[in-house]
């Protein structure tokens, strides 16, 4: 591949899966406590061992179908052997931690940089426990007393398994998210120092449709392409209509193939946190999604506008679906069979969240025997991974990939 070539392609969500990013579960996942759990957004306390096989298992099964995995901790500790980017994260990681001390601030830095680009690049994923740093005496100042009780100098980010957020893949181009939470906010920051120095990503030929920096929130489970003209964008609990909006400008002005962003409206709740936890794509005209859900969207149709734009509503999501697809008929595979208790059940452990690796086939959880069934049914290949540990944090196998490289249809 030559080097003025960008390497990040992904014009749908069905196309054969050719590389993807993925992060193993760490050590950042055995800090959750009982009394943080709502602050680094999860539900349960994780059984590491258990989840890192689990999570081993769904890597091989990507790799069993020709897909090559890049571990974001890995392109991570490449980047920062080199002592000039690693002191320039590690001061912006300090300065975003809050410690507000300057003199502690300064020793951590220290104590940083004299670490192996491997610890490092542990302790930004694992966070830094205040038993893992020996302080020097120093004055103490109001800041140090107040937060006595706090663990962290710097929080662990147990949501990081999820890649799908922090960044998305459209076209030749990539979105570097805002995150709706400050528990996922250092994520993004990270993957923007990735797509910066990393040779993989090719930052010269690599476009940025959003940049974490803006401060109106996008998140990855909500963006969807859809095809080559046309990208799905839900705004939701987590993604902000203007953030929809803005990426929906920059591809219009910057990309020569997208077209049109249909703005897809959800419940705003927990339990339909992103697009993907209710509605995927599994083949060329067949989706997956929760039953009674589609009632209570609301879909918009934005296209290229004079100065900002234009936003057209659409009577319904079958409709939009048909018409920017140019299909005659779609097939809605309802989870859980249609019954609406299995369907809740499952769609608690992410039935929805199917990861497409081709056209009809697709990887679940295994725990969703009756979705799974039901996509069967539909003449959907289903590859099932185990995932009893895994879907403690309330995402499935498309939340935990963030594809790079999908083949054309």
Same mark, same amino acid.
């Given at each position: 591949?030559?080097?003025?070539?960008?390497?990040?392609?992904?014009?749908?969500?069905?196309?054969?899966?050719?590389?993807?990013?993925?992060?193993?579960?760490?050590?950042?996942?055995?800090?959750?406590?009982?009394?943080?759990?709502?602050?680094?957004?999860?539900?349960?306390?994780?059984?590491?061992?258990?989840?890192?096989?689990?999570?081993?298992?769904?890597?091989?099964?990507?790799?069993?179908?020709?897909?090559?995995?890049?571990?974001?901790?890995?392109?991570?500790?490449?980047?920062?052997?080199?002592?000039?980017?690693?002191?320039?994260?590690?001061?912006?990681?300090?300065?975003?931690?809050?410690?507000?001390?300057?003199?502690?601030?300064?020793?951590?830095?220290?104590?940083?940089?004299?670490?192996?680009?491997?610890?490092?690049?542990?302790?930004?994923?694992?966070?830094?426990?205040?038993?893992?740093?020996?302080?020097?005496?120093?004055?103490?100042?109001?800041?140090?007393?107040?937060?006595?009780?706090?663990?962290?100098?710097?929080?662990?980010?147990?949501?990081?398994?999820?890649?799908?957020?922090?960044?998305?893949?459209?076209?030749? @181009?990539?979105?570097?998210?805002?995150?709706?939470?400050?528990?996922?906010?250092?994520?993004?920051?990270?993957?923007?120092?990735?797509?910066?120095?990393?040779?993989?990503?090719?930052?010269? *030929?690599?476009?940025?449709?959003?940049?974490?920096?803006?401060?109106?929130?996008?998140? @990855?489970?909500?963006?969807?392409?859809?095809?080559?003209?046309?990208?799905?964008?839900?705004?939701?609990?987590?993604?902000?209509?203007?953030?929809?909006?803005?990426?929906?400008?920059?591809?219009?002005?910057?990309?020569?193939?997208?077209?049109?962003?249909?703005?897809?409206?959800?419940?705003?709740?927990?339990?339909?946190?992103?697009?993907?936890?209710?509605?995927?794509?599994?083949?060329?005209?067949?989706?997956?999604?929760?039953? @009674?859900?589609?009632?209570?969207?609301?879909?918009?149709?934005?296209?290229?506008?004079?100065?900002?734009?234009?936003?057209?509503?659409?009577?319904?999501?079958?409709?939009?679906?048909?018409?920017?697809?140019?299909?005659?008929?779609?097939?809605?595979?309802?989870?859980?069979?249609?019954?609406? *208790?299995?369907?809740?059940?499952?769609?608690?452990?992410?039935?929805?969240?199917?990861?497409?690796?081709?056209?009809?086939?697709?990887?679940?959880?295994?725990?969703?025997?009756?979705?799974?069934?039901?996509?069967?049914?539909?003449?959907?290949?289903?590859?099932?991974?185990? @995932?009893?540990?895994?879907?403690?944090?309330?995402?499935?196998?498309?939340?935990?990939?963030?594809?790079?490289?999908?083949?054309?249809?």
């Amino acid at each position: 591949m030559s080097d003025n070539k960008p390497f990040l392609q992904v014009r749908s969500e069905i196309g054969k899966l050719k590389a993807v990013m993925l992060h193993r579960p760490g050590k950042e996942l055995e800090r959750i406590t009982p009394q943080y759990l709502h602050e680094l957004l999860f539900d349960d306390i994780p059984w590491l061992k258990k989840m890192r096989n689990e999570h081993d298992g769904f890597a091989d099964a990507l790799r069993t179908n020709g897909c090559t995995v890049y571990y974001y901790e890995e392109m991570l500790e490449e980047i920062l052997r080199d002592d000039k980017i690693k002191e320039q994260l590690v001061a912006e990681v300090l300065e975003k931690s809050n410690i507000a001390n300057p003199d502690l601030e300064a020793q951590i830095k220290e104590f940083l940089m004299k670490k192996t680009s491997s610890e490092v690049a542990e302790i930004l994923i694992a966070g830094l426990h205040k038993k893992d740093f020996q302080e020097t005496i120093r004055d103490k100042r109001l800041v140090d007393y107040i937060k006595e009780e706090y663990p962290f100098y710097i929080n662990p980010l147990p949501n990081l398994y999820f890649t799908r957020d922090p960044g998305a893949v459209i076209g030749n @181009g990539l979105c570097i998210n805002s995150m709706n939470t400050f528990a996922r906010e250092r994520e993004t920051m990270i993957l923007k120092y990735i797509y910066t120095f990393h040779s993989t990503f090719k930052k010269e *030929v690599t476009p940025l449709w959003y940049d974490y920096h803006k401060k109106y929130s996008l998140e @990855g489970g909500d963006i969807l392409v859809l095809g080559e003209n046309v990208v799905a964008i839900g705004c939701s609990e987590r993604t902000s209509a203007r953030g929809i909006e803005d990426v929906a400008a920059n591809l219009f002005s910057q990309d020569e193939k997208v077209r049109q962003v249909l703005a897809v409206q959800i419940p705003f709740t927990r339990a339909y946190m992103h697009l993907d936890t209710v509605f995927t794509m599994v083949d060329h005209d067949k989706f997956t999604i929760y039953p @009674g859900v589609e009632e209570k969207l609301r879909v918009f149709r934005l296209s290229p506008g004079k100065t900002h734009p234009k936003v057209e509503v659409l009577p319904d999501l079958q409709s939009a679906l048909k018409e920017t697809l140019n299909l005659s008929a779609i097939d809605l595979i309802q989870s859980g069979g249609g019954d609406e *208790v299995t369907a809740a059940r499952e769609q608690w452990n992410d039935s929805t969240n199917t990861l497409a690796i081709a056209p009809g086939v697709v990887i679940t959880y295994d725990r969703n025997e009756a979705s799974n069934e039901t996509l069967r049914k539909h003449g959907i290949k289903v590859i099932e991974i185990e @995932g009893s540990e895994l879907v403690r944090g309330r995402g499935g196998p498309r939340c935990m990939s963030m594809p790079l490289v999908r083949e054309d249809l």
